[in-house]
């Protein structure tokens, strides 16, 4: 209830605030029912948003109606849901508000009083629960369970590596939805991390088809879409599918082992408490990377679906790509000194925050950067008027850019993405060139970087 006004609210109200307040009245005695046991909770919403019209305040809260504004047509049905499970609740909401001056919900609703003890310091138990999630969270660990991610950018299923190095994971990978397709035919996998937007294939309708397979080993998988950006307005459709959650990109750890953490099977995860009872205690360092080392080895082989840069030819391709780095790089005395030649183009920071803080994989990140260079696609899609994969090739450009601190490279491909989307192509055109030289800037000035002793 509280989320769907709070959410009516803030999508009415450009300017000002939106305010919740919750206090209790306690009712008075009836019959043998002591005064403490029951009270009436107060829900007050209160915004400084457009407010309602006079004649529309009665049906505010009926069935649904748009009523003229230009806002998302849910709206309106949350209100009356709210309005229904209050009423289901024994409560009653009042509606106040002035046309141009914002509204106000307020709702009341009694409830039995199972403990009359103050909760005391919430905000201190609330901190320290978050603490102990967190301390939690980085020692999970899972090296039977097994994950497909799928990601049309190799950076991005590069990171999600790297952010889940230390759990141990299994993690195979497909390049596109057709991969994806193949994949779930032929192995069972424990998760499923989808990307929302590739090429020729979207991450929604991959999974709808996968549902439709007739040979689906991950048939019962929990499948989370990755999305970039903001949350879409429309959420609810892709939960309403059957997709378990979503995760927003730029990939962050702990999203990555939130995810792991709700969706893994329960068996498969181990916990601080778990390691440190027997028989992990036994299980030694050396042993765990073996262990662990072998597991990948198979999965290296099975099928070709992954083909692990190891080979001379595929190194001496990375070189040419890169320059003569190394990738394997030693770390210099001065980590400021080191990074701080990127600081024209990249907010380092951000950068080292998306790869954990971990700079050799930063710098991993940046070499993947280099070789995943886009601009031959991006100039092919727009000579050829091929704006759909144009708008895919920006997509991917923005959230790989961001995921390396590229914030103002990010920023003008998500403004042209944005423009293809809305079909204005003249605004395309006019930011192309400007576009592409800032990505070459981007690269040229990583490249030096990664290359200066």
């Not at 790297?162 to 057709?178: F, P």
């Not at 990377?289 to 080895?297: G, H, I, K």
């Not at 050829?384 to 144009?390: P, T």
Request: charged letters at 30%.
């Amino acid at each position: 209830m509280i989320v769907n006004l709070l959410t009516n609210a803030i999508l009415y109200t450009e300017l000002g605030e939106v305010r919740l307040i919750i206090s209790y009245d306690v009712i008075p005695n009836q019959g043998e029912q002591r005064l403490d046991e029951c009270i009436n909770l107060k829900i007050t919403v209160k915004d400084s948003g457009v407010g309602i019209r006079d004649e529309n305040t009665d049906s505010i809260l009926g069935l649904f109606q748009m009523m003229n504004e230009p806002k998302p047509a849910g709206t309106r049905f949350s209100l009356s849901l709210t309005k229904k499970l209050i009423s289901m609740c024994g409560g009653e909401i009042i509606v106040k508000s002035r046309f141009g001056e914002g509204a106000t919900y307020m709702v009341s609703i009694p409830q039995l009083v199972l403990n009359v003890e103050p909760m005391g310091d919430f905000a201190t138990r609330y901190k320290n629960g978050s603490e102990k999630e967190s301390l939690g969270s980085e020692m999970l660990f899972a090296p039977a369970a097994r994950i497909l991610a799928v990601d049309d950018a190799e950076l991005n299923l590069k990171v999600i590596r790297g952010l889940l190095k230390e759990t141990r994971v299994q993690i195979d990978t497909a390049l596109n939805g057709s991969q994806c397709l193949d994949m779930v035919q032929v192995r069972h996998y424990d998760l499923i991390l989808l990307d929302n937007m590739m090429p020729m294939m979207d991450g929604r309708e991959t999974f709808e088809r996968m549902k439709r397979l007739s040979v689906n080993l991950c048939k019962d998988t929990p499948v989370v879409i990755m999305i970039a950006g903001p949350v879409p307005v429309d959420k609810e459709s892709y939960l309403s599918v059957g997709i378990a959650d979503y995760i927003p990109k730029p990939l962050m750890e702990e999203d990555l082992l939130r995810a792991l953490k709700w969706y893994l099977p329960k068996h498969l995860v181990l916990t601080r408490e778990d390691l440190n009872m027997s028989p992990y205690e036994e299980m030694s360092a050396k042993n765990l990377e073996e262990e662990t080392s072998a597991l990948l080895a198979t999965y290296d082989k099975v099928n070709g679906f992954y083909q692990v840069a190891s080979s001379e030819s595929e190194k001496k391709k990375k070189r040419e790509l890169v320059g003569d780095l190394e990738l394997d790089m030693v770390t210099p005395q001065s980590p400021n000194e080191r990074l701080s030649v990127f600081e024209d183009v990249l907010d380092v920071k951000l950068g080292l925050e998306n790869c954990i803080n971990d700079e050799e994989f930063f710098r991993e990140m940046l070499s993947e950067f280099l070789l995943d260079d886009k601009r031959k696609e991006l100039e092919r899609a727009y000579d050829s008027g091929e704006w759909m994969n144009y708008q895919i090739l920006v997509h991917a450009l923005g959230g790989t850019a961001r995921t390396i601190g590229a914030e103002e490279l990010s920023r003008d491909a998500k403004s042209i993405e944005m423009a293809c989307k809305e079909g204005k192509i003249d605004y395309v055109r006019k930011r192309h060139v400007e576009l592409i030289a800032s990505y070459a800037n981007v690269l040229r000035k990583i490249r030096e970087g990664l290359n200066a002793k």
